[in-house]
């Protein structure tokens, strides 16, 4: 094998490789699923060393067309993502270098019989052209915004999408057999297929950023519903339970005088145990304000089931200007979250509420005992519940009803007693 | 060292004294001097009002003679319209309506009550009650002038002069907000605006945008000044 100028170029292209190929994968599978470990730099070197390789045992296209996409496939390990949109992403940029690097091969071609006479340099110009082009091309789409989204699609969609590049390489492959089509016409077909397949990936990206859009607010609108059912069930609950409390009152009022009138001290027994009875029926939270109360003592009751001790100090009117849906999901998110800290606890299990109106704002302040355990990741609290999609949700409805009321959230941790506090702008 | 005035106004005698042993307990532990005075029905403590007795904290009986103790509140602040008297509301239950709330208690008590209640509340009176006896000093020219901080509303600089606003003047002084804040924010002034000072006693409601005072003035939260305003109530709340 013969070590011309045009394999020293050859070589050195093969090099270049790993800077636009890095700027590919950053674009399409995403700068932030980069696996940081330095061991994973090395990968891009399989480009290089494979494409080398393979040039050096006889430069055989076939050979090079798989060392290629092995390359491609090994560098690609450095991004964490899924299998599909792995595949799309090594297809397109091995199709985007296959095409870029025949249209300046023809360009090469054409050039070359114009301006520069001596035949060695025709293949170069073409390496060169085709580093450069590509290159520009990289950087192009690295800054391009693609979405970062990776989810799954259906089935169907997915083999449109694959579909579309696979044939424009058939496509390119077909088109180079044919020898009489002029250079102008092939170079136009293939930017033609390359923009296709450029589109066609902007269009997977939007659908499936649309897809998650639609799952989530899916989500977000069943909890929603969950919560507003629960919202009226309480304060139906509420309503009752109030009732019923008053009449029980009422009749033991009246039992009480018929007793003391009639000296029947039997009566009077059965009257003052009902009185006991009734005062037992512990009620937490009796404002008056029908929000406060049902959230405040349904939860009181699931606090008393785990022999959480609870205090509450309470300074509500009986009608706050907020929405009651908003005010029951951040209450009965922050204090879901205050039980199952607390319940967990050996020691002394408590949790102290304190809702405040004053001057126009809400102020809510809850305090739990908790193992001490907190995970901490980039400033946000890692739950330790096991299913933690359905508490990021819960954190993000309290973020948006927070926001909505230009309100204010504040945590603070000592190492046996956590504080979550809320303030809020009313009206 | 002042004198703190306090009034317990509640039909049921044995409540006045105990309030009264409290109150001693919470003097001789801090070396507070308050006087006591107490009131077994509305008509003794309008009558008090009426001859200009004044008090620095008032606690009051809702359900005194049949629920008049709102009455009494809504006299002290729309009638003598005054706001710096503090109003303590004790009550036999926790429901606590509007009504209540719009006469801006300092805090609100249920029977029986503790002692360390007690104390709670005198620390926070007198955390804020030096905003109401301590005075401000100012000079025009020449003159030195004083004003009691009570009396002051807010400060704003209009046309690079800095007014202070009180309950019926305005006096133009020279003195820039920057230093008036740093004076004043013991005191409970707190910079809402660039060029607003506002002695937070007088807010009657704090809104997103703006705080309006009880003489109905509304004034603008400046854009970068909303994040101290949430903190600055934040930490009100915290103490309370």
């Avoid at chain 1, 090395?42 to 060392?67: D, E, K």
């Avoid at chain 1, 999609?389 to 926001?403: A, M």
């Avoid at chain 2, 006299?75 to 606590?96: P, W």
């Avoid at chain 2, 309006?212 to 909303?226: C, Q, R, S």
Wanted: glycine share 4%; net charge neutral; charged share 25%.
């Amino acid at each position: 094998m013969s070590f011309s100028l045009y394999t020293i170029f050859q070589i050195i292209s093969d090099f270049f490789g790993i800077f636009y190929i890095s700027r590919f994968m950053n674009a399409f599978m995403h700068y932030d699923n980069k696996r940081n470990n330095d061991l994973y730099k090395l990968l891009y070197m399989a480009y290089p060393v494979l494409t080398v390789f393979s040039l050096l045992i006889g430069n055989i296209p076939i050979i090079n067309i798989m060392v290629n996409i092995i390359a491609l496939l090994i560098i690609s390990f450095r991004y964490k993502c899924s299998f599909e949109k792995r595949i799309i992403s090594v297809g397109l940029i091995f199709l985007m270098m296959l095409i870029i690097e025949t249209v300046c091969a023809l360009m090469g071609d054409t050039l070359n019989t114009s301006l520069i006479s001596e035949s060695p340099y025709k293949k170069i110009t073409s390496i060169v052209l085709y580093n450069l082009t590509i290159y520009m091309v990289s950087v192009i789409f690295e800054n391009v915004k693609i979405s970062k989204k990776d989810i799954k699609l259906p089935v169907f969609i997915w083999i449109c999408f694959i579909s579309i590049p696979m044939l424009s390489i058939a496509s390119v492959i077909i088109t180079i057999q044919m020898n009489t089509l002029k250079t102008i016409h092939i170079s136009a077909l293939f930017i033609i297929l390359l923009s296709i397949n450029v589109m066609s990936f902007f269009i997977y990206d939007s659908i499936i950023e649309t897809y998650e859009e639609k799952i989530s607010n899916i989500a977000l609108k069943e909890e929603k519903e969950h919560y507003r059912k629960q919202c009226i069930y309480m304060q139906e609950t509420e309503k009752e339970l109030s009732a019923f409390r008053h009449d029980i009152a009422n009749q033991i009022s009246l039992l009480k005088q018929m007793s003391i009138r009639d000296n029947g001290n039997k009566i009077d027994e059965s009257v003052s145990y009902l009185e006991k009875k009734l005062s037992s029926v512990v009620i937490f939270s009796n404002t008056q304000n029908l929000v406060v109360d049902s959230i405040l003592n349904i939860k009181y009751a699931e606090m008393k089931k785990y022999d959480i001790s609870a205090e509450l100090q309470c300074r509500v009117p009986c009608k706050l200007n907020i929405e009651p849906m908003d005010l029951m999901v951040i209450m009965g998110n922050i204090l879901d979250n205050a039980i199952r800290a607390a319940k967990n606890v050996e020691s002394e299990k408590f949790i102290h509420i304190k809702i405040v109106f004053e001057n126009g704002m809400l102020y809510i302040n809850i305090e739990n005992s908790y193992s001490g355990k907190l995970l901490v990741d980039d400033g946000r609290f890692i739950t330790t519940k096991s299913d933690s999609s359905s508490h990021g949700l819960g954190l993000q409805n309290i973020k948006r009803i927070v926001r909505k009321y230009h309100g204010t959230t504040k945590f603070n941790y000592t190492s046996e007693v956590f504080t979550s506090e809320i303030i809020l702008y009313l009206r | 060292m002042c004198v703190i005035r306090i009034a317990i106004v509640d039909d049921i005698l044995e409540i006045c004294s105990c309030m009264e042993k409290m109150l001693a307990n919470y003097s001789s532990k801090t070396g507070e001097t308050i006087e006591v005075e107490p009131y077994t029905s509305s008509e003794s403590f309008f009558k008090a009002l009426k001859n200009d007795e004044a008090f620095d904290l008032i606690f009051l009986d809702i359900e005194i003679d049949e629920k008049s103790g709102i009455d009494i509140a809504n006299h002290i602040r729309n009638i003598m319209d005054d706001e710096l008297q503090q109003i303590v509301y004790i009550s036999g239950k926790m429901e606590y309506s509007i009504r209540l709330h719009e006469t801006h208690p300092l805090d609100f008590i249920i029977k029986p009550i503790q002692q360390n209640t007690v104390d709670k509340i005198m620390n926070r009176y007198l955390k804020i009650s030096g905003r109401f006896t301590d005075n401000f000093t100012y000079t025009i020219g020449s003159d030195k002038f004083k004003i009691k901080l009570k009396d002051i509303l807010y400060f704003d600089v209009y046309n690079h002069t800095t007014d202070m606003h009180t309950k019926n003047d305005m006096v133009s002084i020279h003195e820039s907000l920057k230093n008036l804040e740093k004076e004043l924010k013991r005191y409970g002034f707190i910079r809402i605006h660039r060029k607003i000072l506002v002695n937070s006693a007088y807010i009657k409601e704090y809104h997103y945008e703006n705080v309006v005072l009880y003489n109905g003035e509304a004034l603008e939260i400046g854009k970068t000044y909303h994040n101290d305003v949430t903190s600055f109530k934040l930490d009100l709340f915290r103490e309370g």
